[in-house]
């Protein structure tokens, strides 16, 4: 069986990884810094050839970032920074009276199976970001109401919630490139 | 004449430098990525160290973060992606309505003139954010109004800035710890 490594040590994450390429997957506690750029796909190529520097293994990343169309797409892949400093109530209050409320989280999958060799896989979700966090979650769940739902992430159920999972979607388009190679 | 090479083309930069610290000063077009992290000296520390790395020569690197106290120090050293989105208008329009207002910039200078030594230089200046953008200038220039003053960098003359000058109070630090070492 296949053998790939990706760069976490987040057990959710690593076993849905592992259910949906069906290959055995190893996370790894190497930590290796971001980028910055507003550019995803440049955020995670970089951490990426990073990893793959250190391993020399077969090596995926994944990087969410969050667009917020009312602030011209921040924060993108700044989204871990903007949680801890200003956090759900904080950006819903950047947004209050705003009637332009759309918002995008991309995951951004960067496999790395050999030098040279990188390969990008995309899964979005859209929504509107509520007026209040609403419900419990990770992260930005409280806020992000996707397509679809009057409710936010925070208030619906996982099962619920995994049908609109970016990284869900990112990796299963990893998991079709994966067929074709194997 | 003491060589040490600065992390820049920006002529501008390159002349204020020689003119503090009275060593010659060499540009760099190398370019180096940033780091991700709301920690100033993180990130011009790391960026040093992979200058560094790369010239195996004295060099030292500058960076401006922007602490705007109603965003609980955002952007911090993502100021330039928050140029590049929102730019002035964006950003007073986040503070519409905001009473507090306060503002601080600050230039960190990151040194390291052999493996394994790295001196850290910090310059500040404290101020507030405008309503509107106002005068002209570089970057957020049109929107900082330094203590004590009630127009913003960009409606005072480059001599009045240059009292104000983060960036030169940092390197006016670098120079005394020069001098000692000299």
Redesign the interface.
Known sequence: MKKLYFATTNEGKLKEAKSILKVEVVGTPLEI??????DPIE?AT?KARLYFEKLRKPIFVEDVSVFIKA????P???I???M???GNE?IVK?LRGANERSVTAQATVVYIPKMGVEEVFIGEVEGTISDKPRGEGFGWDPIFIPKGEKKTFGEITLEEKNKYSMRAKALKKFKKWLEKEM
């Not at 810094?33 to 507003?38: G, I, K, Y």
């Open positions: 810094d971001e980028v910055q750029s507003m955020v970089k602030l011209n797409g921040l993108g892949p700044y871990d920074a903007f801890k400093t200003l904080g950047l």
